[in-house]
Every structure is written in C-alpha cells, then in structure tokens.
C-alpha cells in the first residue's frame, strides 16, 4: 500500500452535530479510523448510534461539523460517490431483498447499489460475484433464492453484496440480530476470519452485545446521549466503569480467551 494513503483516515468525524425538531440527536462528536483497525460500537438505546451512521453513508445532512472518507470531505466532494467507500449490512437492506431472486444475482447487484436487479448481471460481474460469495463461504448458496436462505446465510450473502463495490468501510450493523445461539458463533467466527484476511475493509460492528466483540476488532467507539464517551483501543475503552456509564447501570465486564461477557448488577441503581 502506498506510504502516504496509509497514513490517511479511513474516516475522519470533526464536531459533527445533528439537531431535528428541536432536538440535539448528536453533539460535537470526534471520531478517526485509520487504516489497519476495526471499530465496535456500543451505546444504549436512544445514544446516537443510529443517526450517526445515517451521517456516514449520506441519508442525515450534519446540521454542523465535517465527514471524511479517505480524505474527501463530504459537501466538498460528490457524497454519491464517496457513499460508496462504505459497505453497509443492515436489516433495512435485508429487508429489501427481492424474495425471487439468485443469491448470485444480489451480490451481483452491489457494484451498483441496486436492490432487486431486473435484469442478468454481466458475465463478468457474475464471475466476481462468485468469487465473492466463496470468500463469504456461501457458494453453496449462488442459484438459491432469497426465501429460502438462512438469517445466516443471509447475512453472509449481504457482507458479499457489500464487498461488490470494494468498499474501504463495511459496517455491519447488529448483524447478529434474529440469529439463533449456534447460527451466531458461526457468523462470528466468520467475522474474525474476515477481519484478519489481507486487504479486507475496514469493519465497524454495530452491537448491543459484548459478546459479539472477537479478538479482530481492535479499537471500541462507546456512546451516550448523542456524546462521545470513548473512542480508544479496545484494551482502554471496553472496561466495567465505562459500560456501566454508558448503560447507566452498574455493569460487571469480564475477559477470558480473546472474548468478552459482561453481568448487569439485579440491584436497581442508576450510574451518574
């Protein structure tokens, strides 16, 4: 990789904030993303999570502050096209998905961001969609529609439509979410497969759950009422004090083999 492009942020978040209807969603949040790192990010309910990542991929304008991927500043540059820098797996996505169509032909359809494809992709896009869902371990899947895939397979299907337009950003967003306590260890051993392969993109895993957190992801982004409450390695940011701030209860954090647990205290009590 060239030295220079190296050195430059993934993405690089300067005092963004976000007011709708009177309400401040996000206030003056800070955020870098080298190249080399893979993000998880926490937060309660109601801490920003999602509105930020509508900033990101270009679906909520900042009422103030500046985004960039790769160096282009959203404003400065056509968001259209720098949009496509970031991959995103959701359960918006998933739920667009045409209940007829090729799991081949969906990933196919990510070059161009492009739900239920209408008409055959090109041989050559159909050649690199294969070699992607082999990468995501699911070439089994190719001809078999979407109704009939597993959440599993289906989010594996999605990492691979994402990966079409070779973005430098996946985020994955709660992508264990509906998958059963078998079906997620195998999507999570597949995610640290993924995070430690050559080149791979950079990966922001959106989560409630510490659990979900493997030994890949480096680097930890922790929310709260529209704040940055920590933005660290890992090893810094993921700790029992911050949790329980985080979640406003007291939160026990454990550590053993690469993975995390944590115990919320059965006692009623708030964390200032």
């Known amino acids: ?14 005092n963004l904030s976000i ?6 969603i996000l206030r003056n949040v800070s955020w870098r993303v080298m190249p080399g790192q893979h993000w998880a990010m926490l937060g309660a309910n109601g801490s920003g999570k999602t509105s930020l990542l509508s900033a990101l991929t270009g679906y909520l304008m900042p009422t103030s502050g500046e985004i960039s991927v790769l160096g282009e500043r959203y404003g400065a540059s056509d968001w259209r096209e720098l949009r ?35 008409h055959t992709p090109p041989r050559a896009d159909r050649l690199i969609a294969a070699r992607l ?3 995501v371990e699911c070439a089994h899947v190719a001809a078999r529609p979407w109704s009939v895939l597993s959440q599993g397979e289906r989010q594996r299907v999605l990492i691979a439509r ?3 337009a070779k973005p430098r950003l996946l985020i994955l967003d709660e992508p264990c979410a509906g998958l059963d306590p078998a079906a997620r260890e195998h999507f999570l051993q597949f995610i640290q497969r993924l995070g430690n392969r050559k080149n791979a993109p950079t990966l922001l895993l959106v989560t409630h759950h510490v659990e979900e957190i493997m030994p890949a992801f480096t680097h930890v982004l922790l929310l709260k009422g529209g704040c940055v409450l920590a933005a660290d390695r890992k ?10 701030q985080a979640f406003n209860t007291q939160i026990k954090l454990s550590h053993s083999a690469g993975r995390y647990s944590m115990r919320v205290s059965a006692k009623p009590g708030m964390v200032a």
């Open 1 to 14: 990789m060239n030295k220079t492009r190296s050195k430059t942020p993934v993405l690089e978040i300067e």
């Open 19 to 24: 007011r709708r209807d009177g309400t401040l």
């Open 84 to 118: 496509k820098q970031i991959g995103l797996v959701s359960s918006s996505v998933r739920q667009m998905m045409a209940e007829d169509e090729p799991a081949l032909d969906t990933v196919a359809s990510g070059k161009h961001a492009m739900i239920d494809c209408w």
């Open 133 to 135: 869902l082999r990468q």
């Open 162 to 164: 994402a990966l079409m």
């Open 235 to 244: 090893t810094r940011a993921l700790n029992s004090a911050n949790l329980s």
